[in-house]
């Protein structure tokens, strides 16, 4: 066939290039919750992680997404997820890269670092990060149960990843997963079904056999699970290991795996138990609030991994409109496209500043205040950037046209993730149960380190007196809050918390640019209900240049 045309103006794709080096949010936020650390650990991460080689471990694992098998050949139950090769060289890095379980091993500044490369990992993969995360959120729940502990945190911890299906001394590295809901509940774990018999007393303390099911249950192919079934003392945790330590397969039977809108590389999965095995965690009637010990770890990589998705957009849009030609000149250089990616910027520095704040409370676990900054925080993260991330991503695949909303075989990035944001919304609580989350922290009472309404004060006194808008947001706060009666308004009190936390934050460790236009689009209502509303007084061209990804 003879040549038609010559293909130009198509943007170059946004490959090795080092995700860290050109992320000033976050080397400035981190610069200040860890004032003279180490940059090299990071910027190899950064490097690696952009690489075309390691994007198409990406591609690959998505395209070709899990596949169950539940009996062999000759009619046997195996109950075993089969991946594809990319996926678990992912999860063998990110292990590596000690995203995992890692951080409880080591010492102060450990959590926040790992915030760090979780937002540049997922820039890479978001997907094969579930488990990941859970692995990374079950040891302080575990913690109820020292003997398992004892045998089981040194292989959560391990920086090496075995796939295999083997029992726990043969491995160097095991996951870990949970399974909360069930058909009839959903977020009402209380309405559960699945019943726990307690049949005798262990090394591992008391055994119980679960019978029932869980409608939702990611990562079925972890090595162990924490779960929730009823027995006489009420709703209870349960340790519940895949192989047996006699080396048999627990009776977990997955029945399919989820047909899921993203998060193609991830198998999510139905499963019943036929009289499974499981040892108690925490005391019998306790379940909710020790699970929840979990669920409030991944709930940070909710807001992370969000952050990181905006993130990974903002850098597609940023570097398709600097290449491409349109009405005589580049897309960046148009007014209203500069309005858009500027706006976008603001909101992917304000989601990576606060998802890091929360990082920082995490990992100053026996300091008071921040114990009740993480009340706060957890919820109002949560709900807020998973919230915004969504809308971004739309705005983003925008930019890049009709070329954004396709994903021929994998390779539209900009697709993947626009299908990837609304799960961290979803997953481990959607937006009521955070805004309702917020309210029981608010009216949760005091402690040694005084209530939570007061430690919002404090967090939010450093940046008083810098912007007019920024003065009346904080000053309204405690009013608003002393003034709460029931939930109608707790969604608005969420996002106006998070607004004031990111302009704080933003004040602390940004550029004056980025902290008055925030200022003056979220905070003074000089803004549209969409991205590109910003006021023309706005420094575009330097917040644009601050934001882009090379």
């Excluded at 990843?161 to 058909?183: I, N, Q, S």
């Excluded at 009289?275 to 010990?293: C, H, K, N, T, Y």
């Excluded at 300091?367 to 998973?386: H, S, Y």
């Amino acid at each position: 066939m003879s040549t038609t045309h010559d293909v130009f103006n198509q943007p170059e794709p946004l490959a090795d290039y080092n995700l860290y080096a050109g992320n000033l949010a976050l080397r400035e936020a981190l610069a200040f919750h860890l004032p003279g650390r180490d940059e090299a650990a990071s910027l190899a991460q950064g490097e690696r992680w952009g690489s075309a080689e390691w994007q198409v471990h990406a591609r690959l694992a998505n395209t070709h997404p899990p596949r169950l098998l539940t009996h062999d050949r000759f009619g046997r139950r195996v109950d075993r997820v089969e991946f594809h090769p990319s996926y678990h060289a992912l999860m063998a890095e990110a292990v590596a890269a000690g995203l995992h379980g890692r951080p409880w091993a080591l010492g102060p500044g450990a959590h926040v670092e790992r915030a760090a490369a979780f937002m540049l990992f997922t820039e890479l993969e978001p997907s094969v990060l579930c488990p990941i995360s859970m692995t990374y959120a079950v040891t302080p729940a575990l913690r109820a149960n020292a003997a398992i502990t004892q045998d089981w945190f040194g292989k959560l911890s391990s920086t090496a990843y075995d796939p295999r299906l083997v029992p726990l001394a043969d491995k160097p590295g095991v996951t870990m997963g949970m399974g909360m809901t069930e058909k009839q509940g959903g977020s009402d774990v209380r309405a559960n079904t699945t019943r726990a018999l307690i049949v005798e007393a262990t090394p591992w303390g008391a055994r119980a056999e679960i019978t029932g099911h869980k409608w939702f249950f990611s990562a079925p192919m972890c090595d162990a699970f924490l779960v929730l079934a009823q027995e006489e003392g009420g709703l209870s945790c349960f340790f519940l290991p895949r192989v047996l330590p006699d080396g048999a397969l627990n009776a977990i039977r997955i029945q399919r795996l989820k047909d899921k809108l993203g998060n193609h590389a991830n198998a999510s999965s139905e499963v019943e138990f036929e009289a499974a095995s499981a040892w108690r965690v925490g005391e019998p009637g306790r379940g909710v609030a020790q699970i929840l010990e979990m669920g409030t770890l991944t709930r940070l990589d909710c807001a992370l991994g969000t952050a990181g998705l905006m993130r990974q957009a903002l850098g597609l849009a940023l570097n398709h409109t600097a290449q491409r030609m349109a009405f005589g000149r580049k897309l960046i250089e148009q007014p209203l496209m500069k309005n858009v990616l500027a706006d976008m910027a603001l909101e992917s520095e304000a989601a990576t500043a606060l998802a890091l704040r929360l990082a920082r409370a995490i990992d100053r676990r026996d300091d008071p205040f921040e114990a009740l900054m993480r009340r706060v925080l957890t919820p109002v993260a949560k709900f807020w950037i998973c919230k915004r991330g969504s809308l971004l991503g739309q705005e983003a695949m925008e930019c890049l046209g009709g070329n954004g909303y396709v994903e021929e075989a994998g390779e539209g990035v900009m697709a993947r993730i626009y299908r990837e944001m609304p799960l961290n919304s979803i997953w481990e609580g959607a937006g009521n149960i955070m805004a309702l989350d917020l309210l029981r922290a608010l009216r949760g009472g005091g402690s040694k380190g005084g209530s939570v309404a007061e430690a919002l004060e404090a967090e939010l006194a450093p940046a008083r007196g810098a912007n007019t808008a920024y003065d009346r947001c904080a000053a309204a706060l405690p009013a608003r809050i002393d003034a709460l009666a029931d939930e109608i308004e707790a969604r608005r009190l969420a996002q106006d918390v998070a607004l004031a936390v990111q302009a704080s934050l933003l004040r602390r460790h940004a550029p004056d640019f980025v902290f008055d236009a925030f200022c003056a689009s979220r905070l003074a209502g000089d803004w549209g209900q969409v991205f590109g509303t910003l006021p023309r007084t706005v420094a575009f061209d330097a917040i644009t240049a601050r934001a882009m990804p090379r």
